[in-house]
């Protein structure tokens, strides 16, 4: 049986992606921070659980920007520059995750989804 050496694998060079597309989805429970490319391929995604926090903590604005830097480090070695931001969902994690994007990229726009309600649910019958 052959024995494949270790100096034999290659390592899988990762591609160069200059424009990315950052995508907050921010609700009360948890923070999911996920990069896209312009074609909508996802470079990289994190979350607030998966950073270690449990429970009531992953609500916290302090795990989501944990979970920011985490992604921006990995956003970084793509070679991302310039970025849009894409904000769904209401939760206090939002402004903590925002302000640390701005700091680091170079933001085209910054896009609002959170879905509203223009005339609420039907009423309980008197």
């Known amino acids: 049986m052959a024995e494949i050496s270790s100096a034999a694998k290659k390592k899988k060079a990762k591609r160069s992606v200059p424009y990315g597309e950052v995508h907050i989805l921010a609700s009360f429970n948890n923070t999911i921070i996920s990069v896209t490319d312009k074609n909508g391929g996802l470079l990289t995604a994190a979350s607030a659980g998966g950073c270690g926090f449990r429970g009531s903590k992953k609500g916290t604005a302090y795990a989501a920007q944990v979970a920011c830097q985490n992604l921006i480090t990995?956003?970084?070695?793509?070679?991302?520059?310039?970025?849009?931001?894409?904000?769904?969902?209401?939760g206090a994690q939002r402004d903590s995750v925002l302000r640390y994007l701005l700091e680091?990229?170079?933001?085209?726009?910054?896009?609002?989804?959170?879905p509203v309600p223009h005339n609420g649910c039907r009423r309980k019958k008197r």
């Not at 680091?104 to 959170?114: A, C, D, L, Q």
């Open 104 to 114: 680091s990229f170079n933001v085209r726009f910054i896009i609002e989804k959170t």
């Open 74 to 90: 990995v956003v970084k070695e793509y070679g991302v520059k310039t970025i849009e931001i894409v904000v769904n969902g209401i």
